[in-house]
């Protein structure tokens, strides 16, 4: 299983969102994605698809739950190279410059 989340941030609370701070959970695979989100009581529904793919939004609570359930944290440049590999625009830098 390989999903993933990524470091909290502080949010603006509003009608929609009224915690203070969040992360964002998403995978290599759709399946994988929704069953850690059930198993941490998350509604299906509750998932978005934006232009960087499909994920959720997780409140602090839920981060501690997606992580017991096998997600991995990454950090920020994390998540921007998965969502670059996903894209497929990661430049390949391996052994670049090398003679």
């Known amino acids: 299983m390989s999903v993933y989340v990524d470091p909290l941030f502080d ?3 509003s009608g929609k969102w009224p915690y203070r701070q969040a992360c964002h959970m998403w995978s290599d695979t759709e399946d994988d994605l929704h069953s850690v989100a059930r198993a941490i ?3 299906r529904a509750w998932s978005q698809y934006v232009t960087s793919g ?3 939004d997780l409140t602090p609570n839920k981060r501690i739950l997606a992580c017991r359930h096998g ?4 950090t920020r440049a994390g ?4 969502m ?5 625009t990661l430049a390949i830098t391996e052994g670049a410059g090398e003679r």
């Open 41 to 43: 009581g998350l509604s």
């Open 84 to 88: 670059q590999r996903r894209q497929g």
């Open 54 to 56: 499909l994920h959720y």
């Open 11 to 13: 949010t603006p609370s």
């Open 71 to 74: 997600a991995v944290e990454v």
């Open 79 to 82: 998540l921007v190279e998965h």
